[in-house]
Nanobody, 125 residues
């Protein structure tokens, strides 16, 4: 089992910054990609940013140049640095881990996704 716990959400003034954290625990040997998603009321959950084993990153167009996804050296924490926040960034942000067939023991988990409980980010204008 992989367990993800987000933290760091709260109220931020438009134009301000906030850093979200995702504590990662459990067996992560099959995890190939981690990501941040967000979901605003009445909207579908959308992909915000991804990072893979090679530390290659990808971002949604809406956050490109403003957000940065990263992980610590121990790889037990995932971060999302959010800068120049806009009211449209307000949402519940979720940490995600995706499993792939990285080894024989991973085949039973290939394609599995793990989610945290989410953390609320509110942006005031």
């Amino acid at each position: 089992q992989v367990h993800l716990v987000e933290s760091g959400g709260g109220l931020v003034q438009a134009g301000g910054s906030r850093r979200l954290s995702c504590a990662v625990s459990g067996d992560t040997s099959c995890i190939s990609t981690m990501a941040w998603y967000r979901q605003a009321p009445g909207k579908e959950r959308e992909l915000v940013a991804t990072i893979d084993l090679a530390e290659s990153t990808n971002y949604a167009d809406s956050v490109q140049g403003r957000f940065t996804i990263s992980r610590d050296s121990a790889e037990d924490t995932l971060y999302l640095q959010m800068n120049r926040l806009k009211p449209g960034d307000a949402a519940v942000y979720y940490c995600n881990a995706h499993a792939s067939a990285l080894s024989a023991m991973c085949f039973g988990l290939d394609g599995s996704d793990y989610w945290g409980q989410g953390t609320q980010v509110t942006v005031s204008s």
